[in-house]
């Protein structure tokens, strides 16, 4: 009897501290399923940025038949970029979150059969990049973007998005100082997380080490 007695009394803290450890392993996997996923192994990988951050705001254009195709391209509408341009994104957008505004994203990496779908209804390389060379958002590099305040109005830029004509290049100047120093809070943050602007399209910036990535049809799944 006095042996059963040693062992409950030997067993009982090695019980406890299964208990403790298999809680604690549980309880950090519960709260690893819920923040971010597992880090790409390679920066060129395509991801969805909702996954990496739940701070952007988005009016994905052409998944809508609001554009200047007056037509829906994107089966859905999702941000997919390549990682390391996601990174960039979420740093730009924390600096931007610092001042009281978000990122408000229009388009993101587009797929080359979306480019070719594009481009058959305009076929100006004007307005659409030739697939045959591909575009910078097909190389899952560029974004198209402004900045909301966190009621989610958008600042005034000066004109929409993708307005064809000079007033919505960089260099015009033609606007009140608002509209400029929006414009350039814009560029200022996004070029301090390694973007290019664009001159002639004040919402266009290409992720500097994404320019000669390859341009990709991955696509991704709608659910
Ligand atoms: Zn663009």
Redesign the pocket.
Known sequence: MKIYFDMISYLKPLFILICFVSFVNCSSQTLNSRVLPAEPINDTVFVNLKDYSQDFVYDMKYASDDNFLKSKVYDCAECYLRYKTVKALILANKRFMKKGFKIKLF?CYRPLDIQKRMWAIVSNPQYVANPAKG???NRGG???LTLVNFDGKELDMGTSFDFFGKEAGHNFAGFSNEILNNRNLLKKNMIKEHFNS?DS?W??YNLKAGLNDKVSNFKWECE
């Open positions: 388009d575009s910078i958002h560029a974004v198209d664009f399209e919402w266009h």
